[in-house]
């Protein structure tokens, strides 16, 4: 569903992702594991169009969608939480979401009262706050919100930036539950960054680690886990296995 | 002593109303761009010449002048848009240099409009005659009706607008998370544009309707792009409401100043306030920390 | 560096080129100008030229926006004309004391706006210049109201009174060359590095030891002072002042002048001559000149986005010079003398250069840190490590002055330095270097660089304005350690690209190479390693282990592990704002709390 090749990207002069190729299928999930500055978000901002990636090529199914501006990749059902628990505070928890889908050129009523009771199903909380600012909105619930918010686009493809960062333990467990739930009903493919390198997969599928703006390991979730490699590129040199 | 007050007042509000309206379109375009639109003023002195030209000269019906004249002041604001904001902002020129250059926007129309008609003040004769009428002592003339009344109106459609249509609420959350609205696929162009195009229309309504009681010409714009300035940076940068308040307070201070000091100090008291709130409370009475 | 004195007046020469073509152009203009109306052109112009000089460094060096300088301007003109009509002074007097008392004028105002935020301080100088005006108009019984002061006597030169054009035309050209002269030599030096330093950069300037708030206040007064002597020989030219000079149209003027000329006086200068000339000679179309003016301001900075300055090989503008175009001044290498210290050799010390305890610090009701407790001892490499989050770089303002404390002590060489800013800090010893790049833009690596030895000079604005002598010499000093700074990191070659020109990489070594200059004792570094390929970060190990070896102390946030590892004496670990723990690579890596705090845990 997704293909990316020889993706380069950065921000001005700086390259943070050097020729990264990877691809992903229908439903998949996918984590992108690694320390800071190996390039993490910097992937989700240059495949979802925050910024343009220097060279590569992305392919959302058969389309061509390098350097496509986020205004486009939204209308094909690609959405990106921004890492963080953004969300428009001075607007209503129910404007929030309905904005989610503003973009698309399909501004059909239906189709926003369906996708608006799809995410009041998943977050009841939300549909509870649905009048009140979202500013009002704990850490957690931002979080629903944001995640929500993308529910709204005939959502095909979620980039997921650090969804856990800021969250209690309990909360990112409920949340990651949900998510699961949310992909098992929509055949959701996920490329999910994470610090919390063994959240992330428990959750996934595939994982993918990065370091120094290159893949150092692709591989299944599973086998990432036990795996000490990951443990030496996230900690230098080392010696005993204590991630078990 | 009581008509004294309530004449001052009434000039107050009729005043503030105006500098309200400057405010308000100031606010609307930087809370999108963050780019002061210095020719605000200029664009609402367009909108006072246009309707002399049209109802003074050329003796056109108001129903018909004024539309026209809003559209004279949208077309000018979008080509400030479009040939010197946008650009600018997308060289990667400061939001800060952008402002000034709009400046120079503010001069060029300056100086057309006063190759078109001359230096001199330009009378344009009130909508509804110039009886004065008596209101628990003030005097009161229905120019200030019309000035009072459709900022009024205008207020009630701008928040209309703001808490009801799907593009005042994506102009609000533009303003709030500029990431999170590019992110959510925002046309963030065209958002500006219609900040533009708010601003444009405010500014000429206003300029439209004080023209009758304060003489238009080319030099009106530099005064009111100070006033709406100084309202937006009292009630604060970013917040519509504030800026409404703002302009309230000028038109507070400066009628009272007048009356009861001296007219001459009148301007020099909006300025003053000016810089207090800089210094006291830069971001405004209505504003958040930045 | 051999200095047989022939060859100074040479160079002097050669240095100055351009005011001796000025001085010549002035000398000259009024003997070919036989008409009395261009050549009161050229006087008005000499007006706008003085303004010009203080503006250049307020705005475009320093990038100050002022649309109020006709307060000043009105100040000095008032003032003069006030003193010399009503009060019988001499008009040279009258001019001192008026530019005295509108440079107190200044200093009020700056005193609480200057430290306001760009954009709001422009405001206020908006407020400022309206006030003048206002009071300038509303004052009749002071300052002659709308008619203004008329009468106001000429200057007199012993016993010349100067009513002539030409004279006066060559009195205010003296004045130009004079103050053009100064500010040319303080754009090129030390203080015109520092004012680029503060526009482009503010944070990395405080921390290279430059006290903002200070040279922007003195800065802003010395433009308020070249704007009041300028107002003074307005009223003693046309001898009779009124509050219409005084208005928005002529600071706008001034700033656009100053905008579109560029990055270096002379763009100025010619931009003036080309604006006021035409609009002065056209005489019918003045009430148009405004619209002009905006319409060459919106053109000129499309077409000319450096504006004028980039005709003109100085000052900061020089992306499009290759470096062969300029000579540098090269330190003679092979000189023992010049290479006499190398970077930085101090005595290996005793004890702990940097003490923290209990530390805490609060954002907004969350904890970035608390009570944070550890101490670096001399000579050491410390490496701070912890997943995103943990308060790593904001420990790091804290040590350096960016943030104060909720509570803790910070000893820095036996000095509580709890609440000092960072300039102080820089001062005391501490370097740093940011995680993104903190480069000043638009100058090229050496003049990064030589920013870092800010605190090696002590000119004032007249000294290096002058520059000549002591001046000269600190000038030359900072340049050599720079120098040395290059060579210690292998840059030299790059010496004279302009910063934005260079890798990723680079840019990082330069850096390291500005904050190296300082001759720092203790070195902040905030991940240095970011960005940068393998090859570069076996090089950065490299470096710092020279470093350390040369008598630094090394505290380094960073995110790569191996190299963190491999350097570090002792690695201290950050968790949510809380030291985890301590102790060395080897120690660390087996610290299953940090591995938990890493990996994360299954949840």
Known sequence: MLHVHQLTAGYGNLIVLREISFSMKVGETLATIGSNGAGKSTLLWALSGMIRPKSGQVLFGEQDITGWDCSRTVALGIGHVLQGMHVFSSLTVEDNLILGNYGQRSNLQVLKDKNLQIVYKYFPVLERKRKQHAGSLSGGEKQMLAIGRTLMCELKLLFLDEPSAGLAPLLVKHLFEILKELREEFSLTILLVEQNAEAALRFAHRGLVLAQGQIMLDGEAQSLIKNEEVRKIYLGKGTTNAMT | ?290 | MTSAKPSNVVSFMRRHWQILVLIVLILCFPIVIKTYFLTRVGIVLALFAVNITGMTLLTRYAGVISLGHSAFFASGAYLSAILTVRAGLNPWLSMAIAAGVTVVFAYLFSVPFLKLRRAYLAMATLGLGEVAFLLAKDLTEITGGVSGIPGIPYLRLGRIVLSEDWQIFYLFGCFVVFFVFLTENIGQTRLGRAYHAIRTNETAAKAMGIDVQWELSRLFCFSALVSALAGSMLAHFITFISPESFTLDFSFTLLIIVIIGGANIWGALATAIVLIGFSEVFRGLQDLSMGFYGLLLIVGLFVFPEGLAVLFRRGYARRKISGNDIKPILPNLQNPMNRQTPVQNLQPKKGKILQLSNISKNFEGTEALSEVSVSVGYNQIMGIIGPNGAGKTTLLNVINGFLTPLEGKVIFQNIEVVGKTPHEMARLGLGRTFQLINLFKGMTVIENVMVGCHLKGKSGMLMGGLNFGRSRHEETMIRNAAMRSLEFLGLVERAYDVVENLSYGEQKLVELARALAMEPDLLLLDEPASGLNSVETESLSDILRRIRDRGITIILVEHNMPLVMSLSDLVFVLDFGRGIALGTPEEISRDKEVIRAYLGQEV
Not at chain 2, 96 to 125: Q, R, W, Y
Request: glycine content about 12%.
């Open chain 2, 1 to 290: 002593m009581v008509e004294y007050i309530l004449q001052f007042l009434a000039s107050a509000i009729t005043e503030g109303s105006i500098y309200a309206l400057m405010g308000l379109g100031l606010v609307i375009i930087h809370r999108s761009t963050e780019v002061m639109f210095f020719a605000q003023g200029t664009i609402a002195m367009v909108g006072g010449v246009t309707l002399y030209a049209l109802f003074t000269q050329g003796h056109i019906p108001l129903v018909v002048a004024i539309p026209v004249c809003l559209i004279v002041c949208v077309t000018l604001a979008l080509a400030s848009q479009w040939i010197v904001v946008l650009p600018l902002l997308d060289r990667g020129v400061s939001p800060l240099n952008v402002s000034i250059i709009t400046i120079g926007a503010a001069m060029i129309l300056e100086m057309a409009a006063m190759m078109l008609f001359g230096k001199d003040p330009l009378a344009v004769a009130s909508f509804s005659g110039d009886k004065p009428m008596k209101i628990f002592g003030a005097s009161i003339v229905p120019q200030e009706f019309w000035i009072v009344g459709s900022t009024l109106i205008v207020l009630f459609l701008t928040l209309l607008f703001f808490k009801r249509t799907w593009i005042g609420k994506a102009m609000t959350g533009l303003g709030d998370n500029p990431l999170l609205a590019k992110a959510s696929g925002f046309p963030v162009r065209w958002l500006f544009t219609y900040s533009f195009v708010f601003a444009a229309l405010v500014g000429g309504l206003a300029g439209t309707v004080s023209a009758p009681i304060s003489y238009t010409g080319c030099w009106v714009g530099t005064r009111l792009t100070i006033k709406g300035f100084v309202a937006a940076a009292i009630g604060g940068i970013n917040n519509p409401l504030g800026a409404v308040l703002g302009g309230l307070i000028i038109g507070f201070f400066e009628s009272f100043t007048a009356g009861f000091i001296s007219s001459r100090l009148k301007d020099l008291i909006t300025i003053i306030l000016l810089l207090l709130v800089l210094r006291l409370r830069p971001q405004g009475l209505m504003g958040e920390r930045q």
